[in-house]
């Protein structure tokens, strides 16, 4: 009875011990946060003297400020854009081709799977001179095909690779009795493979979603026009000739923030199941 005891003591002590540092690295996660929406709401002098505490007094212009100075309005219109139609595309092309490489025997497939795959090795530093070169060449600088092109194809390649992965393990079984049945592959595709690649979808979009939307350097580099520039460069903004107006940069990252914060708090579930079915398919 003494073992029994002692057992379930060192059982209760070791889940304590587990809930305390869930509970320490989560205030270590959040406090960052906390601070930011705090500080957000403080003049420049008054953060300049008291960093961590509240203020006292609100101060909700700099939200007004930074919402007219920044054009958000128009930056989250252009990234709500390029999110979009990039991660449409990645989508569907993604899936095309890991059903192509996946189910589809040729000779060619396996020099056409590794030419995609090898773009995950490529680093975004190493293509950048190149790929404005590029599109500078054939007329598409400052436009947003200019800029969705290279979108498309930097996630391609994770994309394929996902897709691919995952197709494999749907049985070949399936294909070859729609083939007896006389579909073609399109409708295979269709109507059994794209129901059944739902889970590794949701996570090539959530991967995509968060990766376009938070992208800065390429569409610096691709566009020159304000109107054509996407959130994260209206954020950056607030780093340069207002970067000592502290409120009103806080409630620009404040607002940058808020996005991706609603993304995530609209899918967890999906973005959990997504990712966990990915993972284990993949």
């Known amino acids: 009875m003494n073992d029994i005891k002692d057992h379930n003591t060192r059982s209760r002590l070791g889940s304590v011990g587990i809930y305390l540092v869930m509970i320490f690295f989560t205030v270590m996660a959040l406090y960052p946060l906390f601070w930011l929406v705090v500080s957000s709401f403080k003049t420049t002098t008054e953060f300049q003297m008291n960093k961590l505490g509240f203020p ?4 909700t212009i700099n939200y ?3 919402w007219v100075r920044g054009k958000f309005p128009m930056l989250i219109v252009n990234s709500v854009i390029y999110t979009g139609i990039t991660t449409l595309a990645i989508l569907v092309f993604s899936a095309m081709a890991g059903f192509g490489f996946a189910k589809i025997r040729h000779k060619a497939t396996p020099i056409l799977y590794g030419s995609f795959v090898i773009g995950i090795l490529l680093t975004l530093q190493s293509i950048m001179v190149p790929l404005f070169l590029i599109v500078n060449w054939v007329g598409l600088y400052n436009t947003r095909l200019g800029v969705l092109i290279p979108y498309i194809g930097i996630g391609m390649p994770m994309g394929v690779y996902l897709g691919t992965e995952y197709i494999k393990s749907i049985p070949d079984a399936l294909v070859e009795s729609a083939r007896i049945d006389g579909a073609t592959y399109g409708r295979i595709f269709w109507r059994i493979i794209v129901p059944m690649s739902i889970p590794v979808a949701v996570t090539v979009a959530i991967l995509t979603v968060t990766g376009t939307w938070n992208e800065f350097m390429l569409i610096n580099i691709l566009t020159s026009s304000d109107g054509l520039k996407s959130l994260p460069v209206g954020v950056q903004k607030f780093a340069g000739a207002l970067s000592t107006d502290y409120g009103k940069q806080f409630a620009a ?8 914060l609603l993304f995530y708090l609209a899918f967890r579930k999906e973005i959990t199941k997504g990712v966990a079915a990915g993972a284990v398919k993949g």
């Open 56 to 59: 006292k007094k609100w101060v």
């Open 64 to 66: 007004k400020d930074a």
């Open 253 to 260: 990252l404040v607002i940058g923030l808020i996005p991706m």
